[in-house]
């Protein structure tokens, strides 16, 4: 509910509300499984579309879907509505669904070279020596013009490097034929878990996820991420990439009236799971800067300690369900919770924590310059959408009737680095068949010793002699020239010579 440019997000000993002055300020919202984080999400969600702001979020249980249809007025709700001085209008909101694999949404995708080696190298799980190859390969993709976009572009290049190793070892550093089938090897499991859909073209425009509709309202995108969850290093991938992408392409505006984006992260440990600190470093850099580009992020977890202290203290605004607090380690999550709110003298946070309702929870936000409230035990708001997962009928209406039906959903396969090299391995192995076969050589050969309209047994020895060491020198020279060829473009598949190099967007350098 959008009240004086505020987001009324429930009601203790006084009302609270979110500031969209201080929402790209990011936030947290914690609770243990079934506390009602998702309900949460949801009001803070529709408070945004209420007021113009578009809003991405993943849904991992489907749970979220319900934005998209009208609210059922059921007593629990309208009690709840009551108790809070509300009046239950059951509503629904402009959605747009999205998804890696095609099924539940519009397909979403991103070129190989938009991701980059750093994030793709956490995707493959790669160690820092196979981190440094797949820097070279980009290098390499870079200095030479040559455009990666899917995966086999990227493996092609990486056959190319392979081919010749020894030759690039001395400009870029020592690269290993072993470290390069162990990447190869990891693009094939990534394959295998159906992440080749994700790669590609074309591409996702950030300016698709930043509509309104006719009325004004911000359009709600949501990510089918239920089997998307089967592969968490390429949920966390993905989401990442999405925010890096918003950072690099969005102007600086600094402090609006409200955000021009806000985004949802669920299940947010995943994010910093065994990170590198590399990228650690780049996530906090990323949100510490993107609130000037009028970007919100707010985190979902089950507990504060799940996200970095250097992430953490950029979360201004915090909403901490029920945790809790039955081994030794969880009474230290409980307290480490409690500490990171300004503390109520009026009640014990520590021990609130774990005396939480479902669709209670403890509440600050930033409030007058920027500082945070006083921590306050709150009943949550009850959403005017539906609660729960809508039917796949309604879902597929809905996606039919999209904006965007149509513009992502068939792949395109651009020419690229893979065709550009193969254009050039054909001509080069054409000229070498040319000259190989044409006759030209065999007929100069003929006038110079002599076989041309002369009968074999009339050439004189040293002719004989000469002109079969001259054919055995000529066959071996082309005949390895077009084997190197061969190897360099991956000529093991036949006629269709170099079907296996490189593609992608030079991330920065050339855009979509």
Do not use: C
Request: charged residues 25%; hydrophobic residues 40%.
């Amino acid at each position: 509910m959008l009240e004086d440019g505020k987001i009324f997000i429930g009601k203790g000993t006084k009302p609270e509300y979110l500031d969209l002055k201080l929402a790209n300020r990011h936030g947290l919202i914690t609770g243990a499984t079934g506390t009602g984080k998702t309900v949460t999400l949801q009001v803070l969600a529709e408070g945004f579309s209420n007021a113009g702001v578009p809003v991405f979020a993943a849904d991992i249980k489907g749970d979220l879907s319900g934005i998209a249809a009208t609210g059922n007025s059921k007593d629990a709700f309208v009690k709840r509505a009551k108790e809070l001085d509300l009046e239950y209008r059951p509503d629904q909101f402009p959605t747009v669904f999205w998804d890696l694999f095609g099924e539940e949404g519009h397909r979403v995708r991103a070129t190989v070279s938009e991701i980059g080696p750093l994030l793709l190298a956490r995707l493959l799980d790669l160690n820092d020596v196979q981190e440094g190859v797949l820097n070279i390969a980009f290098r390499i993709a870079d200095e030479q013009g040559l455009l990666l976009l899917d995966l086999k572009d990227l493996r092609a290049l990486l056959q190319f490097i392979a081919e010749n190793a020894q030759d690039l070892t001395t400009t870029y550093g020592n690269v290993s034929k072993a470290t390069v089938g162990t990447i190869q090897r990891q693009l094939l499991v990534l394959e295998n878990q159906r992440g080749q859909e994700f790669l590609g073209e074309p591409a996702l425009s950030i300016k698709d996820l930043m509509r309104t509709d006719r009325d004004g309202r911000g359009v709600v995108n949501i990510l089918a991420a239920d089997k998307l969850m089967n592969n968490p290093r390429l949920y966390a991938t993905f989401l990442l990439w999405l925010m890096s992408e918003l950072f690099e392409e969005l102007p600086e505006v600094g402090d609006l009236d409200q955000p021009k984006l806000v985004f949802f992260f669920d299940e947010a440990h995943l994010l910093f799971s065994d990170a590198p600190k590399a990228l650690l470093e780049t996530v906090e850099r990323v949100v510490r800067l993107i609130r000037s580009k009028g970007v919100g992020v707010y985190f979902i977890t089950q507990n504060p300690a799940d996200v970095p202290e250097t992430v953490l203290a950029q979360l201004g605004n915090r909403i901490q369900h029920a945790l809790r607090a039955y081994t030794p380690r969880e009474q230290k999550a409980v307290r480490v919770a409690a500490q990171t709110f300004r503390q109520n003298p009026a009640f014990d946070t520590e021990k609130a924590i774990t005396e939480l309702g479902v669709g209670e929870a403890l509440v600050s936000t930033l409030e007058g310059k920027g500082s945070p409230s006083m921590v306050e035990r709150t009943l949550i708001a009850p959403p005017m959408s539906q609660v729960g997962p809508i039917d796949n009928a309604l879902r597929q209406q809905i996606i039919a009737a999209s904006p965007m039906r149509g513009k992502y959903d068939q792949s395109i396969d651009s020419e690229s680095a893979y065709e550009m090299l193969a254009k050039r391995a054909e001509k080069t192995a054409a000229d070498a068949q040319a000259a190989q076969g044409g006759g030209g050589i065999l007929d100069m050969l003929g006038n110079l010793f002599g076989t041309n309209g002369q009968r074999k047994g009339t050439m004189t020895t040293t002719q004989r002699v000469t002109r079969e060491v001259t054919r055995t020198v000529i066959n071996q020279t082309v005949g390895g020239f077009a084997a190197e060829i061969g190897k360099s473009i991956g000529g093991r598949q036949g006629g269709s010579i170099g079907r296996a190099i490189v593609r992608g967007t030079l991330g920065g350098i050339l855009r979509r």
